[in-house]
Nanobody, 117 residues
Framework: QVQLVESGGGLVQAGGSLRLSCVAS????????MRWYRQPPGKQRELVAG???????NYVDSVKGRFTISRDNAKNTVYLQMNSLKAEDTAVYYC???????????WGQGTQVTVSS
């Protein structure tokens, strides 16, 4: 199994940047894909970006060209670089891992990102 801990959230002005980190402990080698989700206030959680073991990435349309997901296997870490932030990016951001043969879901505790306009 795996444990996930996010960091890097905070308060930033519109147009600014933040980098989120998600450190995985446990059986990192069995992680098939890692994703960042977010949940804005009063809204449902949505997938923001994902990266497979092989490095293939995907993004929700609203963040394409602004956010970049990457992984450092040596550090058991996934990053989400967020540029040109907008007020609508305000949310709790969660790290997710699809683990093992059955792609079991594991979640971090979340990190708050607040973008002031």
């Amino acid at each position: 199994q795996v444990q996930l801990v996010e960091s890097g959230g905070g308060l930033v002005q519109a147009g600014g940047s933040l980098r989120l980190s998600c450190v995985a402990s446990g059986s990192f080698f069995a992680i098939n894909a890692m994703r960042w989700y977010r949940q804005p206030p009063g809204k449902q959680r949505e997938l923001v970006a994902g990266i497979t073991r092989g490095g293939t990435t995907n993004y929700v349309d609203s963040v394409k060209g602004r956010f970049t997901i990457s992984r450092d296997n040596a550090k058991n870490t996934v990053y989400l670089q967020m540029n040109s932030l907008k007020a609508e990016d305000t949310a709790v951001y969660y790290c997710n891992a699809a683990w093992g043969r059955n792609d079991l879901d594991f979640w971090g505790q979340g990190t708050q990102v607040t973008v002031s306009s």
